[in-house]
């Protein structure tokens, strides 16, 4: 049976939905806001995860197209990583449902402050200026450890994940600023269609609210992926470590206080 909402609900959705869609095209975290925002609808936890992933499948979908657009990512060069992730999405979507994640709730903060501390001390820890895009398949090894640990990680959790891809792009491949992020959404991408799936098919997505959230998302994407091309470094980076401190914040409170 549908959830009924009323009218305040969809458009603080809406709301939400955009600056989420926003967050996520530019630097990840959308979750951050939308996770939020669907558990005070009074929605199950597991349902909550798998209506987000629907949302975020439609925002990371038009951020990717969009860096592919402006040809700031090559998807030939990353079949392994797309192989690796999907097989790591579904690793973790069913994890979830198997392990306790009391423990990963305790560690997970602890990760992003690292990231958070590690970006603003290295003025290359998100992508060093000089790097240049890469003009051949990136090592297979490589995409696919990351491609199965991010993705295992997307299809469990997800808090953070667009800053891992990003981080952890920029220092394994040397790739510009914005070949990570494109990087980075169409991975996303990737372990959110997964996992999707698997919720879907265990009966745990709200369709209707996730459509409409993805709906706004897409738009937000869309204005975020675009302003992260046009204003690069200077913008990306300041809004990279809030979103990241913010993620981590909000995790520690959860966890810990």
């Given at each position: 049976?549908?959830?009924?909402?009323?009218?305040?609900?969809?458009?603080?959705?809406?709301?939400?939905?955009?600056?989420?869609?926003?967050?996520?095209?530019?630097?990840?975290?959308?979750?951050?806001?939308?996770?939020?925002?669907?558990?005070?609808?009074?929605?199950?936890?597991?349902?909550?995860?798998?209506?987000?992933?629907?949302?975020?499948?439609?925002?990371?979908s038009m951020a990717a197209w969009t860096y592919y657009r402006q040809h700031l990512f090559k998807p030939s060069f990353w079949?392994?990583?797309?192989i690796a992730t999907f097989i790591?999405?579904?690793?973790?979507?069913?994890?979830?449902?198997?392990?306790?994640?009391?423990w990963l709730e305790k560690v997970l903060p602890l990760l992003i402050i690292g990231i958070a501390i590690y970006s603003l001390v290295s003025p290359n820890a998100i992508s060093d200026v000089n790097c240049q895009a890469p003009t051949s398949k990136p090592p297979a090894k490589q995409q696919w450890l990351q491609g199965l640990a991010l993705g295992t990680y997307d299809g469990f959790a997800g808090p953070?994940?667009?800053?891992?891809?990003?981080?952890?792009?920029?220092?394994?491949?040397?790739?510009?600023?914005l070949h990570s992020c494109g990087l980075a959404r169409a991975m996303t991408f990737t372990s959110n269609l997964t996992a999707l799936t698997i919720f879907g098919w265990l009966g745990q997505v709200e369709w209707h609210i996730g459509l409409w959230m993805g709906l706004c998302m897409m738009l937000g994407s869309f204005i975020g992926a675009r302003c992260a091309i046009k204003f690069g470094m200077p913008f990306i980076r300041p809004l990279f470590i809030l979103i990241v401190l913010m993620i981590a914040a909000n995790l520690a409170w959860s966890a810990w206080l």
């Open positions: 049976m549908e959830l009924l909402l009323e009218p305040s609900h969809w458009a603080l959705l809406a709301v939400i939905g955009l600056i989420a869609g926003f967050i996520d095209a530019v630097v990840g975290g959308g979750g951050l806001l939308s996770i939020p925002a669907l558990l005070t609808l009074g929605i199950a936890p597991h349902t909550v995860l798998g209506t987000n992933k629907l949302a975020a499948s439609f925002g990371s079949y392994m990583a797309f790591g999405a579904v690793l973790g979507s069913f994890l979830v449902y198997l392990v306790d994640t009391q953070g994940i667009g800053a891992f891809w990003t981080v952890t792009s920029g220092s394994l491949y040397k790739l510009p600023l």
